[in-house]
Every structure is written in structure tokens, then in C-alpha cells.
Nanobody
Framework: QVQLGESGGGLVHAGGSLRLSCVVS????????MGWYRQAPGKQRELVAA???????KYADSVKGRFTISRDNTKNTVYLQMNSLKPEDTAVYYC????????????????WGQGTQVTVSS
């Protein structure tokens, strides 16, 4: 069983900052990637930022230069530092982990957190 515990969401004025955290717990054999997605009302879930265990990162064009993803492998925790927030960043943010729970699984699977609300007022 894998559990993802998110925290750090809230209400902030435009131009402000928030830092999201996601702690991954459970019996995990290996983690391939960790990241953040978001879903605004009436829109599809979209990638915000993700990073692989090999050090590669990917950001949505809309957040480049403003958001930074980082991880602490010793704590199985991934962070999303969000600066210069805009009203269009308002969404539910979901933590995502791509992992194998056992060595004999043929491929990794996606695991999701419950989501944390980020609201940016203008």
C-alpha cells in the first residue's frame, strides 16, 4: 500500500508564494518519478512539474521560471515551490508518484495523492 500525504495548499494573493509538500509512505521497491499535477474547475488534469530519479525535470510552460520542483530522497518527499502566483494557478494540486512496489513488477504504476487546494486571489 502506498500513501501520498500532501500539504501546503491555501489562499494567497497574486504575486505571493506557497510551498507544497508530499510525503510518500508505504512499502516501495523503487520510485521512477515524482511530480505535481493540477486540475482547475472544468478543465482536465495537467502536468505542472515532475522529476525523475535520474535528475531530469519537466515543467509546464505556464509555470517555468516561477515554480521549482525538488525532492528529498531520504524522506521520500517531493516539494513544489510556487512563486509569483497568478489567479490562473488556482486549482487542486495532486502529488503523483511513478513507482514499483515489488522487484518483480513488469512496469511502474502511477499513484496519486488526495489533492490540495491552491487559490490565488487577484
Amino acid at each position: 500500500q502506498v500513501q501520498l500525504g500532501e500539504s501546503g495548499g491555501g489562499l494567497v494573493h497574486a504575486g505571493g508564494s506557497l510551498r507544497l509538500s508530499c510525503v510518500v509512505s508505504g512499502s516501495i521497491f523503487s520510485i521512477n518519478a515524482m511530480g505535481w499535477y493540477r486540475q482547475a474547475p472544468g478543465k482536465q488534469r495537467e502536468l505542472v512539474a515532475a522529476g525523475t530519479s535520474g535528475g531530469s525535470t519537466k515543467y509546464a510552460d505556464s509555470v517555468k521560471g516561477r515554480f521549482t520542483i525538488s525532492r528529498d530522497n531520504t524522506k521520500n518527499t517531493v516539494y513544489l515551490q510556487m512563486n509569483s502566483l497568478k489567479p490562473e494557478d488556482t486549482a487542486v494540486y495532486y502529488c503523483n508518484v511513478v513507482a514499483k512496489l515489488t522487484w518483480y513488477e513488469s512496469s511502474s504504476r502511477d499513484y496519486w495523492g488526495q489533492g490540495t487546494q491552491v487559490t490565488v486571489s487577484s
